[in-house]
């Protein structure tokens, strides 16, 4: 090869890399600033508030002796969002962890869980909280100033004889099919999560998950879906994503996820519905929750993610892209140096 093509080979590799490099940097600034967004709203073991977790700690320690007058015992374990390392700082600062009791006693002797639920409130009593039976759970609420400051929910379970666990749904005035022992696998689950992935592509998973979260959060004041339903769907339909230089790229990862769940909803009547099938036997839609109305709203609020995240790779500048994350995700996105 002549020694002017030679040259002009090297301007254009040179011209090519410029422009790589061009396009490059802005997705590195803001990998940056999502990395400090989710620094900003996780939540998980290593950072839950002491208190919530002294509480826990207190109060399982006083329903143990309750309880024992009773003849009952019970094992507990964390669960929920604490459990899978997916939390995220409550927007209202009203705190919360998940507690699961599994009871070595027949069904026999509860035969309606709202029995075993309620003993469980009486245990539970105290002069400085509330204690409330909720269908999926017994919740207890302390308040400072009159408002709600942090909360514990602790789901009932029986162990049958095969091991396997039932979950006790109902409330106190519940009718009585409404009040039902349901087959449930939450350590399954927790670890169904928590296997997905390995090293920094499950850190990256995991913050997808928080950054949907943190969107729902923003963009809901009723109607929201499940926090498990989205937590699901991410272990369902995520993939890890990566820039040209092998750097992570929180932004072409949450883009593809939404995409996804975009591609899942179904063609059936006008905008169809999105399903997130619960893992493991139980055949349940973790988004059967929502009407056709609520559906149809999170359909179109999560077009608008999609679009807004779209909008990011063709804006002049990291400032305008975090102006446009700002719109889905909250002011505590944070803003670059530039803006």
Sequence with gaps: ?????????????????????????????????????????????????LKLRTKREILLKALKKRLAVHRLEFESFDQGSYAMR?????????????????????????????????????????????????????TVTYFRDGVPDYHVDLAVYLRKPDGHLVLGKGRKYSEAEKCEWVLSAPKELTQFILSKFDGEEQAQYRRCIRYLKRWRD????????????????????????RAADETFADL?????????????????????????????ARKIDLMSGLTSGQMSVFKERLDCLKDALSKCYAVDSTA????????????????SEVV
């Design 1 to 49: 090869m002549s020694v002017p093509k030679l040259l002009g080979t090297a301007l254009v590799s040179l011209v090519l890399l410029a422009l790589a490099e061009s396009r490059s940097k802005p997705n590195r600034d803001l990998q940056v600033l999502f990395e400090r967004f989710h620094a900003a709203i996780k939540l998980d073991e290593h950072d839950e508030r």
């Design 218 to 241: 923003e963009n809901f004041n009723a109607g929201a879906p499940l926090s498990i339903a989205l937590t699901v769907a991410a272990a369902l339909w995520f993939e890890p994503k």
């Design 252 to 280: 072409d990862a949450i883009l593809a996820l939404v995409k996804t769940m975009q591609r899942k909803f179904g063609n059936n009547f006008d905008l169809g519905r999105l399903s997130v099938p619960l893992p493991g």
């Design 320 to 335: 305008d892209a975090v102006r446009i994350l700002r719109s889905q995700f909250g002011p505590e996105f944070p803003l």
């Design 86 to 138: 997916t939390g995220v700082v409550p927007k209202d600062g009203n705190y919360d962890i998940d507690v699961g009791l599994i009871f070595d006693c027949s069904l026999e002797r509860f035969p309606n869980p709202v029995s075993l639920k309620t003993l469980v409130h009486d245990g539970l009593a105290g002069s400085n909280r509330t204690v409330a039976i909720r269908r999926a759970c017994v």
